[in-house]
């Protein structure tokens, strides 16, 4: 079992170790990832570029350190994305990926072979942004109590349980750099998480009062097991609410509508600017 880190504000990790992106941009087979020098070489890596669309864009981004971006996730999340407000819960800033950031031209088998799962800590999806709106419209759902952010990505919404009173949050999730965007986004809002890099589906959960999880319906196996266990959390008295956007595998039947959002999202993320999206109960079987 990996022992939880705690985030408290204001810590900032440092690092002069940056990898390099915009894959699709560079014509030279020299310039494609992954191009690797040591970040203290930046310049000259510049003027031997012989692609000006590298030279322009590429390059001028700190560039792919000797040792793999999972070595520093902290100094990987903080080049490749930056801090931006999320839009149903303006006053939560998050480090995202957006249009002019590198992250957002990466591909797959880049990211594969340099260590990086794919980066969905790096949006705000529907399903979170909802759930987070939903405990900042109404503290006293979160307020004093011990709350679990399951499946938690860029920790929005243990963030939003923070801002509204929590007694404590834990932010719970098998990708590592996801954990690590969780703690810095902590910090950019000033607030205390703890962090758990584990998969606790299926084991019980003493000292939580209230699960929340946002789009974990994305996919039938997962989706299966994580509403099971829900069920056998609010059999033994934990509420656990879930925010969907109307995802494939959400189940049509067993659950208690609570909530309802339009939730404004990006044509590159999702199929529609606006997703209407539900917020959840599970109720106990």
Do not use: K, Y
């Given at each position: 079992?990996?022992?939880?880190?705690?985030?408290?504000?204001?810590?900032?990790?440092?690092?002069?170790?940056?990898?390099?992106?915009?894959?699709?941009?560079?014509?030279?087979?020299?310039?494609?990832?992954?191009?690797?020098?040591?970040?203290?070489?930046?310049?000259?890596?510049?003027?031997?570029?012989?692609?000006?669309?590298?030279?322009?864009?590429?390059?001028?981004?700190?560039?792919?350190?000797?040792?793999?971006?999972?070595?520093?996730?902290?100094?990987?999340?903080?080049?490749?994305?930056?801090?931006?407000?999320?839009?149903?819960?303006?006053?939560?800033?998050?480090?995202?990926?957006?249009?002019?950031?590198?992250?957002?031209?990466?591909?797959?088998?880049?990211?594969?072979?340099?260590?990086?799962?794919?980066?969905f800590w790096a949006f705000p999806w529907a399903?979170?942004?909802?759930?987070?709106?939903?405990?900042?419209?109404?503290?006293?759902?979160?307020?004093g109590k011990r709350v679990m952010d399951f499946a938690a990505g860029s920790g929005l919404i243990a963030i939003a349980a923070m801002k509204a009173g929590a007694a404590s949050v834990t932010a719970v999730e098998i990708d590592p750099f996801a954990i690590t965007a969780t703690g810095l986004n902590a910090d950019l809002n000033g607030v205390s998480i703890t962090g758990l890099t584990?998969?606790?589906?299926?084991?019980?959960?003493?000292?939580?009062?209230?699960l929340l999880a946002g789009d974990v319906c994305y996919e039938r196996s997962f989706a299966e097991a994580a509403l099971a266990w829900f069920r056998e959390l609010a059999r033994s008295g934990i509420t656990v609410l879930v925010g969907d956007p109307g995802r494939a595998y959400l189940p049509s039947q067993g659950l208690e509508k609570v909530a309802t959002f339009n939730v404004p999202t990006t044509l590159e993320l999702e199929d529609r600017a606006v997703r209407v999206t539900d917020v959840w109960r599970v109720p106990a079987p």
């Open positions: 079992m990996t022992p939880p880190t705690v985030w408290p504000p204001s810590r900032r990790p440092a690092s002069s170790v940056w990898p390099c992106w915009w894959p699709s941009l560079s014509a030279s087979p020299a310039c494609r990832p992954p191009r690797r020098v040591v970040a203290a070489s930046h310049r000259a890596a510049i003027a031997a570029c012989p692609n000006p669309i590298c030279s322009s864009r590429c390059c001028r981004w700190p560039i792919l350190s000797l040792s793999p971006a999972s070595a520093d996730p902290a100094a990987f999340i903080r080049l490749h994305t930056a801090p931006a407000p999320v839009p149903l819960c303006p006053d939560i800033h998050l480090w995202q990926a957006t249009e002019i950031t590198p992250i957002w031209h990466a591909t797959e088998d880049w990211l594969q072979r340099n260590g990086v799962p794919p980066p399903g979170g942004q909802a759930v987070a709106r939903l405990i900042l419209d109404d503290p006293p759902l979160v307020a584990q998969d606790i589906i299926g084991q019980p959960l003493s000292g939580i009062d209230i």
